[in-house]
């Protein structure tokens, strides 16, 4: 079931976002992009950081289907160079955005971190939610995941499917605001 829910007015303006230079970044402006998946990560959130893995296979394995992956930093005190350096650390490759303000954060549902949101190019947002079932409960994680949301999210999406919602909560660090 998809959410339905967009950007009504003016899907293209930035909500927030801004790049690593600290430019405005509209979020739905790459030409030949059908969706966009935006991860919102923090350089200190345990939950997030062991994410990784799983988000740099969703991208290498969607990606190259037409789905904009973007990773997005809410926290304001976050410095560009710990960014830059968590980036690096982690491997990903993939666009960096931030959400100091947290308006896209609050646009897209999402409350922590790792959390996703899977949107339409036109900025109708379809999936929002836990990147897959790993963490039952903060500290409390399986050996792997049993379900894989966002993949199934992404897979249904891109099928023309009705997008399947998260099985259960995402667990992870809280984005405050």
Not at 20 to 42: D, M
Not at 153 to 172: E, M, Q, S, Y
């Amino acid at each position: 079931m998809s959410c339905g829910h967009g950007f009504a007015e003016e899907p293209r303006r930035s909500v927030g976002l801004i790049d690593l230079q600290g430019r405005t970044y509209p979020p739905f402006s790459e030409p030949a992009a059908k969706f966009y998946a935006y991860i919102f990560v923090r350089t200190d959130c345990p939950v997030a950081n062991s994410t990784a893995p799983e988000i740099i296979r969703l991208h290498e394995e969607f990606g190259p289907r037409g789905v904009a992956f973007r990773l997005v930093y809410p926290d304001p005190d976050d410095s560009r160079s710990a960014i830059e350096k968590h980036v690096r650390e982690f491997g990903y490759g993939c666009p960096v955005l931030r959400d100091p303000q947290h308006r896209f954060a609050k646009a897209s549902r999402v409350r922590v971190t790792p959390e996703a949101a899977l949107y339409r190019a036109d900025g109708t947002l379809l999936y929002h939610g836990r990147i897959d079932n790993r963490y039952v409960d903060f500290g409390k994680a399986r050996a792997r995941a049993t379900r894989r949301d966002l993949a199934q999210a992404l897979t249904d999406a891109l099928a023309g499917k009705a997008v399947t919602p998260a099985d259960g909560p995402a667990v992870g660090c809280f984005i405050d605001g």
